[in-house]
């Protein structure tokens, strides 16, 4: 019933920024706790950022500390990725994922609802 649809993943330079957009319906999105994950080609799929229904709050992992930034409009039922200063280990499929209540969550499973993802690459 919930649905997930991102955008915005293209080809970009290193050093370049990109901002992935997540668009959910089916479901009221203010309630909803969001977060990125990526995948790239051989490896499993890791956490980038997540942002609460509640205060608002973010995490993010190391490795995208001070690059990335997540934000949510709940206007427009949509979570956004800003990538700033991309590296080409940032090359990955990029998934928005949703899930009910709880605390900030890094962890795969504790998502509910996950979008098909939309690819970034990163050229050297």
């Known amino acids: 019933q919930v649905q997930l649809v991102e955008s915005g993943g293209a080809l970009v330079q290193a050093g370049g920024s990109l901002r992935l957009s997540c668009v959910v319906s089916g479901r009221r999105f203010s309630i909803l706790t969001m977060g990125w994950f990526r995948q790239a080609p051989g490896k499993e799929r890791e956490f980038v950022a997540a942002?609460?229904?509640?205060?608002?709050?973010?995490t993010y992992a190391d490795s995208v500390k001070g690059r990335f930034t997540m934000s949510r409009d709940n206007a427009k039922s949509t979570a956004y990725l800003q990538m700033n200063s991309l590296k080409p280990e940032d090359t990955a499929v990029y998934h928005c994922?949703?899930?009910?209540?709880?605390?900030?969550?890094?962890?795969?499973?504790?998502?509910?609802?996950w979008g098909q993802g939309t690819q970034v690459t990163v050229s050297s």
């Open positions: 942002i609460s229904w509640s205060d608002l709050s973010t």
């Open positions: 994922a949703a899930r009910y209540g709880g605390s900030l969550s890094r962890v795969v499973y504790e998502y509910d609802y």
